[in-house]
């Protein structure tokens, strides 16, 4: 580096800070004035008057409509918020003290938090620095680790991928990608602590944690997706399989309205209205009435194939996240195979079960 590692560490937590902000809220006056400071993000903080309106409704358009930024929709299968994801960060929370705009989002495990919490460790090791404390500093490096290794890096590939996918406006795409940056280049940074042997920082008291925020239309994950079923056949034919395709966990990929809206353009079948599950069913749906369920699978196998390049692309650029890669490699795979599948159910006779 060519400069001193404090001033190195200082910009790190203005970044960690400035990027959980960008993604727990809408941005308001204040912060458009300080994104038109900063090298890299002013050029794309338009001055006209319409600036902050533009900046509200995308933000709304890629959070509340299409990218869910919440580690549990890609780490658990169960498509709600609070679940096990959600413990598991909580956890490391109250262990560093850390509570800030825990009220701002539905659950713990929001990107804006995680993030939030790594600007408040990198401040924890720019003063044990600043005050030549060993211990303190290794305390906080430990927990950057278990923040980074155990959640951000298993899980900010596919959010950030899905929001580029999703975003029109330069500042978002420019969020992006520094997000995925600055997660994999402190991989490299931080080592992953060895279970069992965090130091222990003097004691201090960990913070009582909010309950859950009240769930918004936004918020709410839960797909009820089997609303026309018999108990007993939940698990059967087309909405078991959708309900895989949705899940990122599942198959690689976050499939954002977004996304399942293009593909139902290009292939000119209507998207209804309504939360993922529904959308991805009706086309299927309508894609059996015109003829066209091989073009659908190739074009949902097209969206994977893609992510799948990506992740070669970006272990190679990033050799620590190589445990993140294996992880998204592998459902990557599955996603393709349960894709394979639906080929070949479709190519079968017509008396034999299909979807």
């Known amino acids: ?16 800070d400035l990027l959980a902000r960008l993604y727990l809220r809408p941005p308001d006056e204040t912060l458009l004035q ?38 549990s929709l890609y780490r658990d299968r169960e498509l709600m918020l609070n679940t096990a ?56 490096r430990a927990r950057q680790g278990q923040c980074l290794h155990e959640h951000l890096a298993l899980w900010v590939t596919p959010c950030v991928w899905a929001i580029e996918r999703v975003s029109t406006h330069p500042l978002y795409l420019t969020v992006a990608r520094l997000t995925m940056e600055l997660v994999l280049d402190d991989l490299g940074r931080v080592e992953a602590p060895v279970l069992g042997s965090l130091p222990l920082e003097p004691v201090r008291e960990a913070p009582t944690l909010p309950p859950p925020g009240p769930t918004s239309d936004r ?23 959708v309900r895989q395709l949705i899940t990122a966990d599942e198959v690689g990929i976050f499939f954002s309205r977004s996304d399942l809206t293009l593909i139902g353009r290009q292939l000119g079948l209507p998207v209804p209205i309504g939360e993922r599950f529904q959308m991805l069913r009706g086309l ?39 445990a993140g890669a294996d992880h998204w490699r592998t459902r990557l795979e599955r996603g393709r195979a349960l894709l394979e599948e639906l080929r070949t159910q479709m190519r079968a006779p017509l008396d034999e079960p299909t979807l």
């Not at 993000?41 to 409704?57: K, R």
């Open 284 to 322: 299927f749906e309508s894609a059996g009435q015109f003829e066209l369920i091989a073009p659908l699978i190739d074009a949902l196998d097209a969206l994977v194939t893609t992510e799948a390049s990506r992740v070669e692309a970006f272990v190679g650029a990033y050799p620590a996240w190589s």
């Open 85 to 140: 994801a959600a413990d598991r960060i909580a956890r490391l929370y109250a262990a560093c003290g850390f509570a800030a705009g825990l009220n701002e989002a539905g659950a713990p495990d929001h990107l804006g938090l995680e993030l939030g919490l790594m600007a408040q460790l990198v401040a924890r090791e720019v003063a044990a620095l600043a005050g030549e404390d060993g211990a303190a500093r290794s305390w906080a």
């Open 219 to 241: 918020e709410l994950i839960p797909l009820r997706p089997y609303p026309d079923q018999p108990e007993g056949e939940r698990d059967q034919g087309l909405n078991r399989v």
């Open 34 to 71: 300080a994104l038109r400071e900063l090298p890299g993000l002013a050029e794309h903080v338009a001055i006209p008057p319409d600036a902050l309106e533009a900046l509200q409704v995308e933000y709304e358009a890629i959070f509340g409509r299409n990218v869910y930024p919440y580690e």
């Open 1 to 16: 580096m060519d400069r001193p590692p404090i001033e190195e560490l200082q910009a790190r937590r203005g970044l960690y």
